[in-house]
């Protein structure tokens, strides 16, 4: 279970086996911590206390601070995972083309066929202009698993990228929702902020499953290594992106279960942001998404998504031990 608290002025705080939210003027409400995994502190105006904190991090429970607008700002993470060869042999495998390259085509072009997917459940919508989106989303998917250099595979990313994002607003009601492509932060319209906001969601919880493996989420074999950046969660991100976070995003906007309203400026800057309720209702309705039990077609079981990033972040490190002979990323149908 996911905690995230957002509400500015609660107070968290340990008694016995029970989390406590405290919250102004209401009555406290208790979760038994052994049901925890994560735990989201939104805002500078959430508190935790130390007793709090230090056994959640013992237990392993995963603690991240970020803002109210889901920018990541720490996590605190207790010893680090003892697989250290893993480690070792993470580092050689990412920093050498040849072994890299395979698990970066592997991943982006189970991106790219996850984008199709999304697309063709809802070609109706498109019209006329599914067959120009349908060969260049499939070109770029051959272009991808044959690509010789990682350069190549980020313009054949780029490329499938942009075709797939161009055909949003074919999906959506131009009178309401102005969406030209992804933008980086801030979010410039109200598509772009649920995207942003799903997308830093989405990569907390694969930065956590990593941390539970021993894998270090800034070694990566896709996106460059930077100061800071978490290339290979971004790397596993990618394939995740279309079935969790697009496929939610889609849903809540085409049946207007979220309108315009819901969304406003962000006071004394530029870009747009959820309000207050509205941030809450998408996190709970991104935990339900999160929630949600597909087979897996790799190992033919019935799994949660959650289930699914986890079950693939082990796969990616025993890919990188030599134990298994290829990744293979999740695929939709």
């Known amino acids: 279970m996911r905690l995230i608290v957002d509400k500015q002025g609660t107070q968290l705080r340990k008694d016995g086996e029970r989390l406590y939210i405290q919250r102004e003027n209401q009555e406290d409400e208790s979760i038994p911590i052994n049901v925890l995994e994560q735990v989201v502190l939104a805002g500078r105006g959430v508190s935790a206390s130390t007793p709090l904190l230090y056994d959640l991090v013992r ?12 920018r990541f700002g720490f996590r605190l993470v207790g010893p680090v995972a003892k697989h250290s060869a893993l480690r070792v042999r993470q580092v050689q495998v990412c920093t050498n ?3 890299a390259l395979p698990l970066a085509r592997a991943m982006i072009s189970g991106k790219l066929h996850n984008q199709w997917v999304i697309l063709s ?3 109706g919508a498109l019209e006329e202009q599914w067959p120009s989106i349908h060969q260049a989303l499939t070109a770029q998917i051959h272009q991808a698993k044959r690509a010789n250099n990682a350069d190549s595979l980020r313009g054949y990313e780029g490329s499938g990228a942009a075709a797939y994002f161009a055909a ?5 009601d131009a009178r309401q929702w102005q969406f030209r492509g992804r ?16 997308y830093t969601l989405l990569l907390n919880d694969i930065i ?3 941390y539970r493996i021993g894998l270090d989420p800034t070694i990566g074999v896709f996106h460059t290594i930077d100061y800071g950046r978490p290339s290979l969660a971004l790397d596993l991100e990618e394939e995740f992106r279309p079935v969790i976070v697009d496929t939610l995003v889609l ?14 400026h962000s006071d004394g800057r530029s ?3 959820l309000s207050a309720d509205a941030r809450r209702f998408f996190f709970k309705q991104y935990e339900e998404r999160l929630a949600t039990r597909v087979r897996h077609p790799a190992w033919q079981q019935q799994l949660t998504y959650r289930q699914c990033i986890q079950r693939q972040v082990e796969h990616l490190a025993r890919c990188i031990l030599g134990r298994d002979e290829g990744y293979m990323p999740l695929l939709i149908k």
């Open 168 to 172: 949003w607003p074919l999906l959506l």
């Open 121 to 123: 459940r809802i070609r």
């Open 97 to 99: 083309p040849a072994r």
């Open 59 to 70: 237990r392993g429970v995963d603690v991240v601070y970020q803002s109210q607008r889901g």
């Open 183 to 198: 933008a980086y932060h801030p979010p410039p319209d109200p598509v772009d902020a649920l995207l942003s906001l799903g």
């Open 271 to 273: 870009g747009i942001i």
């Open 251 to 264: 849903r809540l906007i085409r049946q207007a279960v979220l309108v315009p309203t819901d969304f406003r």
């Open 208 to 210: 956590g499953a990593m």
